[in-house]
Protein backbone atom coordinates (compact mmCIF):
# COMPACT_ATOMS: atom_id res chain seq x y z
CA UNK A 1 0.00 0.00 0.00
CA UNK A 2 2.99 2.17 0.87
CA UNK A 3 4.25 1.72 -2.61
CA UNK A 4 0.84 2.44 -4.37
CA UNK A 5 0.59 5.82 -2.32
CA UNK A 6 4.10 6.91 -3.28
CA UNK A 7 4.08 5.84 -6.93
CA UNK A 8 0.17 7.73 -6.75
CA UNK A 9 1.85 10.69 -5.47
CA UNK A 10 4.60 10.98 -7.81
CA UNK A 11 1.76 10.88 -10.74
CA UNK A 12 0.16 13.60 -9.25
CA UNK A 13 2.94 15.74 -8.80
CA UNK A 14 3.41 15.05 -13.22
CA UNK A 15 0.04 16.02 -14.09
CA UNK A 16 -0.05 20.03 -14.81
CA UNK A 17 -3.98 20.55 -13.87
CA UNK A 18 -3.95 18.92 -10.71
CA UNK A 19 -3.21 20.51 -7.53
CA UNK A 20 -0.87 18.11 -6.10
CA UNK A 21 -1.53 18.71 -1.98
CA UNK A 22 -5.17 19.13 -2.54
CA UNK A 23 -5.59 15.19 -4.74
CA UNK A 24 -3.02 14.02 -2.10
CA UNK A 25 -4.99 15.26 0.83
CA UNK A 26 -8.45 14.06 -1.02
CA UNK A 27 -6.20 10.86 -0.98
CA UNK A 28 -5.47 10.27 2.92
CA UNK A 29 -9.52 12.22 3.97
CA UNK A 30 -10.97 9.51 1.66
CA UNK A 31 -8.48 6.27 2.30
CA UNK A 32 -6.00 6.54 5.25
CA UNK A 33 -8.18 7.93 8.05
CA UNK A 34 -11.13 6.12 7.61
CA UNK A 35 -8.76 3.05 7.78
CA UNK A 36 -7.34 4.22 10.52
CA UNK A 37 -10.17 5.29 13.02
CA UNK A 38 -12.24 1.95 11.52
CA UNK A 39 -9.45 -0.14 12.83
CA UNK A 40 -9.48 1.57 16.25
CA UNK A 41 -12.40 1.09 16.33
CA UNK A 42 -12.93 -2.45 15.67
CA UNK A 43 -9.69 -3.02 17.69
CA UNK A 44 -12.20 -1.60 20.68
CA UNK A 45 -15.20 -3.91 19.98
CA UNK A 46 -13.15 -7.30 19.03
CA UNK A 47 -14.05 -10.79 19.70
CA UNK A 48 -11.89 -12.85 21.01
CA UNK A 49 -11.07 -16.91 19.56
CA UNK A 50 -9.62 -20.44 20.15
CA UNK A 51 -6.59 -21.22 18.78
CA UNK A 52 -7.49 -24.79 18.93
CA UNK A 53 -11.59 -24.82 17.53
CA UNK A 54 -11.48 -21.13 16.65
CA UNK A 55 -14.66 -20.76 18.95
CA UNK A 56 -15.93 -17.29 19.53
CA UNK A 57 -15.96 -15.18 22.66
CA UNK A 58 -17.02 -11.89 23.34
CA UNK A 59 -15.39 -11.69 26.59
CA UNK A 60 -11.91 -14.32 27.31
CA UNK A 61 -13.33 -16.90 29.34
CA UNK A 62 -12.74 -16.55 33.12
CA UNK A 63 -10.31 -19.87 32.97
CA UNK A 64 -8.55 -18.58 30.40
CA UNK A 65 -8.39 -21.23 27.96
CA UNK A 66 -11.14 -22.55 25.48
CA UNK A 67 -14.56 -23.63 26.93
CA UNK A 68 -15.13 -26.01 24.31
CA UNK A 69 -12.00 -27.93 23.76
CA UNK A 70 -10.33 -27.14 27.54
CA UNK A 71 -6.71 -26.59 25.72
CA UNK A 72 -6.66 -24.01 23.54
CA UNK A 73 -4.89 -20.48 23.47
CA UNK A 74 -7.76 -17.41 23.46
CA UNK A 75 -6.19 -14.94 21.32
CA UNK A 76 -7.14 -10.98 20.31
CA UNK A 77 -8.93 -11.42 16.64
CA UNK A 78 -7.36 -7.67 15.45
CA UNK A 79 -4.16 -7.33 16.10
CA UNK A 80 -2.33 -4.34 17.04
CA UNK A 81 -0.37 -4.26 13.72
CA UNK A 82 -3.62 -3.50 11.73
CA UNK A 83 -4.40 -0.83 14.17
CA UNK A 84 -1.26 1.17 13.11
CA UNK A 85 -0.55 -0.44 9.57
CA UNK A 86 -1.38 3.41 8.21
CA UNK A 87 -0.22 5.80 10.65
CA UNK A 88 3.06 6.31 9.66
CA UNK A 89 2.37 6.31 6.04
CA UNK A 90 -0.06 9.28 6.44
CA UNK A 91 2.07 10.97 9.02
CA UNK A 92 5.08 10.61 6.28
CA UNK A 93 2.90 11.63 3.25
CA UNK A 94 1.39 15.01 5.32
CA UNK A 95 5.17 15.88 6.56
CA UNK A 96 7.10 15.46 3.49
CA UNK A 97 4.59 17.14 1.08
CA UNK A 98 3.69 19.87 3.78
CA UNK A 99 0.26 19.47 3.63
CA UNK A 100 -2.64 21.62 5.43
CA UNK A 101 -1.81 21.76 9.09
CA UNK A 102 -5.98 20.53 9.71
CA UNK A 103 -3.95 16.88 8.45
CA UNK A 104 -1.17 17.49 10.85
CA UNK A 105 -3.42 17.94 13.83
CA UNK A 106 -5.41 14.99 12.92
CA UNK A 107 -3.46 12.56 12.55
CA UNK A 108 -1.25 14.04 15.85
CA UNK A 109 -4.82 13.04 17.30
CA UNK A 110 -5.45 9.82 16.22
CA UNK A 111 -1.41 8.99 16.96
CA UNK A 112 -2.44 10.23 20.54
CA UNK A 113 -5.55 7.58 20.77
CA UNK A 114 -3.84 5.05 19.51
CA UNK A 115 -0.96 5.39 21.80
CA UNK A 116 -3.54 5.71 24.67
CA UNK A 117 -4.78 2.41 23.74
CA UNK A 118 -1.69 0.82 22.75
CA UNK A 119 1.01 2.54 25.42
CA UNK A 120 4.90 2.25 23.92
CA UNK A 121 6.51 -0.68 25.32
CA UNK A 122 9.74 -0.37 27.52
CA UNK A 123 12.87 -1.65 24.95
CA UNK A 124 15.07 -3.25 26.94
CA UNK A 125 18.64 -4.60 25.86
CA UNK A 126 18.64 -8.22 26.28
CA UNK A 127 21.89 -9.70 27.05
CA UNK A 128 22.97 -13.07 24.28
CA UNK A 129 22.50 -15.35 27.96
CA UNK A 130 19.05 -14.77 27.73
CA UNK A 131 18.51 -16.52 24.60
CA UNK A 132 20.26 -19.85 25.73
Known amino acids: MEEKLKAQAKLHAKLVPLQFQDSLERVIVSH ?3 DI ?3 TRAFSRQTFRCTTCNAKYRRIPLIGTCYKCTKGNVILTIAQGSV ?3 LNIAK ?3 HTHNLSTYLKQRIALAET ?3 AVF ?3 KQTQK ?3 EFA
Open 32 to 34: LFP
Open 113 to 115: EID
Open 92 to 94: EMI
Open 119 to 121: PPE
Open 127 to 129: SLF
Open 37 to 39: IGN
Open 84 to 86: RKY
